[in-house]
């Protein structure tokens, strides 16, 4: 009885500590997230310009789902909008995660040629958009979750990357 009381004691911190973080923690753990999630971002847009670009030329922007280029066009009016990397003259920069997630689902041929499982790829972006959500919106994932995004964010990492 004492040992199985010193078990649930040890699995219950363990829990907590995987859960709840120290603030320390969870800064280096948040912090490399982030970076991951920065380079896949950067990764995507890049990818869909590239794609777009050698399948349309300069019409590219003509190809894009019109819920995709709406969604844009309400953002760069917004003045509270400036801020969005202001290094990245593309338009993409306007454009959501899960927008391009949209963008490379919605163009399955012209993307087939990079992404061979365009329906893995979409269920795999599906599966980040939260994650990806609680990362940029400064929240704390537990060790697990911050795990699974990074582990699954080099996945998409590897196939979408030249």
Not at 49 to 62: G, H, I, M, P, T
Not at 87 to 95: D, G, P, Q, T, V
Request: net charge negative.
């Amino acid at each position: 009885e004492a040992w199985a009381a010193k078990w649930a004691a040890e699995l219950a911190d363990s829990h907590i500590a995987r859960t709840h973080p120290s603030l320390e923690e969870a800064r280096l753990r948040m912090g490399a997230a982030y970076e991951k999630l920065f380079d896949l971002e950067q990764a995507l847009r890049s990818c869909v310009e590239r794609v777009l670009k050698a399948r349309y030329s300069d019409n590219w922007w003509d190809n894009l789902p019109r819920t995709v280029k709406d969604r844009v066009a309400t953002r760069q009016k917004q003045p509270s909008n400036v801020w969005l990397d202001d290094y990245n003259e593309s338009n993409l920069r306007f454009a959501d995660f899960d927008d391009l997630r949209h963008i490379i689902s919605n163009d399955r041929e012209g993307f087939r040629g990079v992404i061979a499982d365009i329906d893995w790829f979409d269920s795999t972006m599906r599966t980040l958009v939260s994650l990806r959500n609680r990362i940029a919106h400064v929240n704390t994932l537990s060790a697990d979750d911050a795990n699974d995004f990074i582990r699954t964010a080099e996945r998409v990492l590897r196939v979408i990357r030249p």
